[in-house]
Each structure stands twice: as C-alpha cells, then as structure tokens.
C-alpha cells in the first residue's frame, strides 16, 4: 500500500524472508477476483510447431506476474473439453487455445465467455465462432507453395489436408482451389483429401491417391510437415521415393526437418513464436482493460514465406 513508510515495508520484507512467507493466492483472489493465471490448450507438445508456440506465449507474459498452465487435448475433443473446464473451475483469468482435430462443437468455449473469461485462439479456431484470432495467412502460403509446385512443372498436385472442421482446413482448401483456377489448371476432386493428422489414415489417404483412381499425383501439397513425413514414409514402404516419384511441399517449416535427410521439398514458414507472441499480447490487453469495458474481437494474420529444402 503506498500509505505505507519504506522503513516499515522494509522491516515487513525482512520479516517475511525470516520466515519463508509464502501468499495465500486463494486470499488474493477473494480479494482481487483474479488469480494471475492463464489457461492454455492445445493439441500436442510434442510438435514443434506447438512447443514454439508456447515459448513465444510465456516469453510475453514473463515479466507481467501471470502464470502459464499447459494441458493437451492429443488431439481429442473430449480430453480439449475436460482441460477447458478444469481452467473454468480453477477461475483461469484467461484462455489461449488452439483447438483438437475432433472438435465440432465448441459449448465448452461458449461456457468460459459466459463466465467473463476472455479466449484468444490461435494457428487452429474454430469455424463461425467469434473470439480473438492469431493465425497465418495460409491463402498466401498455398499461394506461395502452388506457384513453386508449378514453376518446377507439375501440373497433377494434390492436397493432402487435415480434419474438414477445421478452419484453416478450409482456407487450404480455398486457396488450393483458387490457385487452380488462376492457373487454369483442371479441379480433380480424388486429387483433395482431408485426413484426422494420424499416420494410419495418412497412409490410408495416400493409398486412395496413389492407388485408388489411377492417376497418381505429381505432387502433394500437405497439411504441415508431419503429414507431409507420414506421407512420405508411406511411400518408401510402398515403393515410391518422396521428392522423386511425388514430390513433398507442406506447412510449418518446422525446426527438425533442417536435420532430415530427405525433408519435404519445400515448406511454407508460419512463425508458430511470433503467433505466441501476439496471443499472449492480445490477451494482456483483455485483461488489462477496467472492469466493464470491453475490447473489440482482434484477429491478427500474419505472414507466411516460402522455404526451399531441396
């Protein structure tokens, strides 16, 4: 309290060092209604596209006194739902996610906005639902990737994409569409597939594409990186050498693949920290407004950029 004299709340220090005092953050939060932590959900800490996310969320929030709590959904919605209401029952002041490949039906979210809790989604949010946004323009990277594909003279590309629920499953499939049109190139729908992420039913899209109609695609745009790698070790185990019989592109650029031997050809760069980042910011500003006062819904797009491998 700024009543207080220094040699009094130097003598208080002291004291509370003598004795270990530790603060009673359940006191605190009867008496400022906020606990100073942020919930964050997401799919899989494993990837590194997830992991660098979550260094640019708490390198953003180090210094501001918030505390960061982590739970995976592993891609589930069920396991997404249970983390969500463990941080509506721990009263979270804050939720950042992205959500599971499962996730259709987003009552969990809507719960936490009725109870005041800000959410700021980012990389995956869910469809018609309005809340803060952090994502790439992945238009422009399917743009970027399309272009690359076509300058080295493929003409029959594939999409290898990810759960059809997912937003930016469909802004994948929006761009690939239109790159084809601006291309004149044919829309060949055997040639789009969206899988669950899972290494079984990659490899079971990839037999429908190789196997199944007859026209084995030249090339094959990917969801990310790890879709892209189940894709090509299944057709190493089918016979097929990646980047030689079908050529790799995909999303994420992620750091492991510098150290791959044969690594997709190219990979469109998604800034998973930077994404972080401005999460973590934009839920700082939520809940740095006064009570009351609400904040316009932001939705922060952020470039992508073309990487070649090979």
């Known amino acids: 309290d700024p009543r207080i004299g220094i040699r009094t709340r130097m003598r208080v220090k002291d004291l509370a060092q003598k004795l270990h005092y530790v603060p009673n953050m359940a006191a605190k939060l009867l008496r400022t209604h906020k606990t100073r932590t942020i919930g964050v959900v997401l799919p899989h800490l494993q990837e590194e596209f997830f992991s660098m996310a979550i260094t640019g969320i708490e390198d953003a929030l180090a210094d501001t006194g918030y505390n960061v709590f982590i739970a995976q959904s592993r891609d589930k919605f069920e396991r997404e739902e249970k983390s969500v209401r463990s941080f509506l029952n721990t009263r979270v002041d804050g939720v950042i996610a992205s959500i599971s490949a499962e996730t259709v039906d987003y009552h969990h979210f809507t ?27 992945v238009q422009e990277g399917v743009t970027l990737a399309m272009n690359y594909l076509t300058q080295r003279g493929f003409t029959k590309i594939a999409l290898l994409n990810g759960p059809e629920s997912l937003e930016i499953c469909q802004e994948r499939l929006s761009g690939f569409t239109d790159s084809l049109h601006k291309m004149d190139m044919p829309y060949t729908e055997s040639l789009i597939k969206f899988t ?28 990310n990186d790890y879709v892209a790698l189940h894709a090509m070790k299944w057709c190493l185990q089918n016979g097929l050498k ?29 800034f998973a920290y930077k994404m972080g980042q401005h999460a973590a910011q934009i839920m700082l500003e939520v809940l740095d407004k006064p009570e009351g006062e609400k904040m316009d819904y932001r939705e922060v797009v952020l470039p992508t950029q073309l990487v070649v491998h090979c």
């Open 242 to 270: 990646p980047n030689s019989d079908i050529f790799f592109a995909s999303f994420a650029n992620l750091p492991i693949t510098n150290y791959l031997e044969n690594p997709p050809a190219a990979s469109i760069e998604q």
């Open 111 to 137: 719960e936490l906005k009725e109870f005041g809790i800000p959410i700021v989604f980012f990389d995956r949010a869910p469809k018609n639902f309005t809340a803060h946004k952090v994502r790439s323009d």
């Open 196 to 223: 669950d992420l899972t290494k079984d039913d990659v490899g079971l899209k990839m037999e429908e594409l190789c196997f199944g109609n007859g026209h084995r695609p030249e090339a094959i745009l990917a969801f």
